[in-house]
């Protein structure tokens, strides 16, 4: 998680937690063998939350050293799991499954500061099924440009040591701020640090 902005106090109910541990237990339980995910963790974001408050979010990450896990389809080593009801679970597992989400779900972003939380809110969901998704992130650099027919931001980060590289995402708006699902594109370049030492 990029380091401040933190969410205040972010009241993740009991529920969500229970959805997304019930979920991601029946889950593994499809897995060719036993396996179990190296962390599971909400991710309380201030932009995330101020963009999507209906929702929570979820990282999980699977060890991949020395080699990935044999995985059900709906898991990935490093992915989001967003839980939009009580309920339901909807499985973000790559980059291209968090460009369709953010097409579809993203709402208009009016004024520069709007557009601002709404592309450091999917950088920080794309830091999560990042290949360095289980290391630390730090500050973001962001950026807004207006032109006449669009507007452009960007936003990137770069992962902490032992990992390696940044993930970056570009996005394009209407003038009347509604994000042009086919003007986001997400870059991952990305490498996981060697394992720690015992």
């Known amino acids: ?54 929702d929570r979010f979820y990282a999980i990450s699977f060890a ?13 080593p490093q992915m989001v799991v967003r839980v939009p009801g009580r309920d339901s679970v909807q499985p973000i597992r790559n980059v291209d499954d968090l460009t369709n989400f953010l097409g579809a779900a993203l709402p208009e972003a009016r004024g520069d500061e ?19 998704g289980a290391y630390e992130f730090g500050n973001p650099d962001v950026s807004v ?3 006449d027919l669009r507007i452009e931001a960007t936003a990137s980060a770069s992962v902490a040591e ?27 370049r990305t490498n996981p640090g060697p394992p720690p030492r015992r």
Do not use: C
């Open 1 to 54: 998680m990029s380091p401040g902005n933190v969410a205040r106090s972010d009241p993740l109910d009991e529920r969500s937690s229970q959805t997304i541990n019930s979920w991601l237990a029946t889950t593994l339980e499809q897995a060719p063998t036993k396996v179990r995910p190296q962390k599971v963790e909400p991710i309380t974001y201030v932009h995330l939350q101020d963009v999507f408050p209906d």
């Open 145 to 147: 440009a207006r032109g």
């Open 162 to 188: 032992p990992a390696r590289g940044a993930v970056t995402i570009r996005m394009q708006f209407a003038p009347d701020g509604a994000v042009l699902p086919d003007g986001i594109r997400i870059e991952d």
């Open 64 to 76: 991949t050293w020395p080699r990935p896990p044999s995985l059900p389809k709906e898991l990935s």
């Open 114 to 132: 709007r557009i601002r939380a709404v592309v450091l809110a999917s950088l920080r969901l794309a830091e999560a099924v990042a290949k360095a």
